[in-house]
């Protein structure tokens, strides 16, 4: 089994940032894929970003260029830096972990709210 602990959500005005840490534990993987799926209210969750063993990342487009995702293979922990946070933005922030073979875990969810 794979726990995943989220933290860092929370509330920032436009033009702000947040970083979004979502730490694995358990029986964890070396080979995985790990990511940030969100969902805003009325929308079906959306990939933001994800973070391959190896380290290729991928972005939603509206989001290339504002988040970064990154990790710590030593922390099995990864990370999302969010800047230029627009309204938009306010979503139900998912971390996945993504085995490569086995089960696809999901962590509770964080809270990002953009407003002023």
């Known amino acids: 089994q794979v726990q995943l602990a989220e933290s860092g959500g929370g509330l920032v005005q436009p033009g702000g940032s947040l970083r979004l840490s979502c730490a694995a534990s358990g029986s964890t993987s070396s080979l995985y894929t790990m990511g940030w799926y969100r969902q805003a209210p009325g929308k079906q969750r959306e990939l933001a970003a994800s973070?391959?063993?190896?380290?290729?990342?991928s972005y939603a487009d509206s989001l290339k260029g504002r988040f970064t995702i990154s990790r710590d293979n030593a922390k099995n922990t990864v990370y999302l830096q969010m800047n230029s946070l627009k309204p938009e933005d306010t979503a139900v922030y998912y971390c996945?972990?993504?085995?490569?073979?086995?089960?696809?875990?999901w962590g509770q969810g964080t809270q990002v709210t953009v407003s002023s």
């Open positions: 973070i391959t063993s190896n380290g290729i990342t």
């Open positions: 996945n972990f993504r085995p490569i073979l086995g089960n696809i875990y």
